[in-house]
């Protein structure tokens, strides 16, 4: 049952809060706690073939303006499995001043399994967006996730010319810092064209996997990107082991349909090592 948080918003734009807590039941993971407030929304909870839970988040609004706050709180506990994802893309709209803020907290437990696949993220032309994405992982939790940034809409002929980008992602295990990425630049800064940064292509995912993956996985991702390159498009890639137990992967474009196509291919390869099963697409993605 969903409860609503007793948090009152702020006095401008919309503060969206979703706590979610997933358990492992006999055979299958169940959803045992939904608290909400806002415009923020958890609209399926899908049982897996494999044991696993399928989350759909979904922020209604569709996206951010100046001034808003969305918080989410995902919980596993012991041995839980849970893929979450979200039916469309988030937009950070246009702002005329104000900061708009998501800050994500992902914690799983001893021997939980989290899938985090949201789709890409849109930041339009003079938005002002920040985004926090941690992951806490106990140190027999497995992870695969991705996280996805798009600048300006390509298909309107849109750049991001005006505005500033805040980003940061992290990854503990054990309550260790293994992975942290941070950036926070205005449009047109440097790090948009440099070969250390964006390298001038206007979307950039990272993809993470950790837990006890075969040594032979970052080989078998470092070949799938390599296909990725080699196919028309501009697409640049690369894959690397920063921590015992976790690969990161970088992979830049200007077409996020590419983007998304190689980071579903790391997935596929990664699931069946960290999640004891094949990847079929959540059947959200199809709809």
């Not at 390599?226 to 697409?235: I, K, S």
Request: net charge positive.
């Amino acid at each position: 049952m969903a409860h609503a948080l007793p948090t009152a918003p702020p006095a401008a734009g919309w503060h969206a809060r979703l706590a979610l807590r997933f358990e492992r039941r006999g055979a299958g993971t169940r959803l045992v706690s939904n608290r909400h407030h806002g415009p923020l929304r958890l609209i399926r909870a899908l049982a897996g073939e494999d044991g696993s839970c399928h989350a759909v988040l979904v922020h209604p609004p569709g996206g951010l303006v100046g001034g808003d706050t969305l918080d989410i709180d995902v919980g596993l506990g012991e041995a839980a499995r849970v893929l979450c994802t979200t039916p469309g893309a988030q937009k950070w709209y246009r702002s005329s001043g104000a900061t708009s803020r998501s800050a994500t907290r992902l914690q799983v437990g001893p021997g939980a399994t989290l899938e985090w696949l949201p789709q890409p993220a849109i930041v339009y032309d003079a938005a002002r967006a920040e985004q926090h994405v941690s992951f806490e992982l106990d140190e027999s939790a497995r992870l695969i996730g991705w996280e996805c940034l798009v600048l300006g809409r390509a298909a309107m002929g849109e750049r991001f010319l005006r505005g500033h980008l805040r980003q940061h992602l992290s990854v503990r295990v054990g309550g260790q810092l293994v992975w942290a990425e941070r950036m926070a630049a205005a449009a047109g800064e440097r790090v948009f064209a440099s070969p250390l940064g964006w390298g001038g292509r206007s979307v950039a995912a990272t993809v993470w996997a950790a837990g006890p993956a075969p040594e032979s996985l970052l080989a078998q991702w470092r070949d799938a990107l390599a296909v990725f390159e080699a196919a028309p498009g501009g697409l640049a890639a690369g894959a690397t082991r920063p921590a015992p137990g976790l690969l990161v992967a970088r992979v830049l474009a200007d077409d996020a349909e590419a983007v998304m196509n190689a980071a579903q291919a790391l997935w596929r390869l990664a699931r069946p090592a960290l999640a004891g099963s094949a990847a079929p697409p959540p059947r959200i993605w199809a709809t």
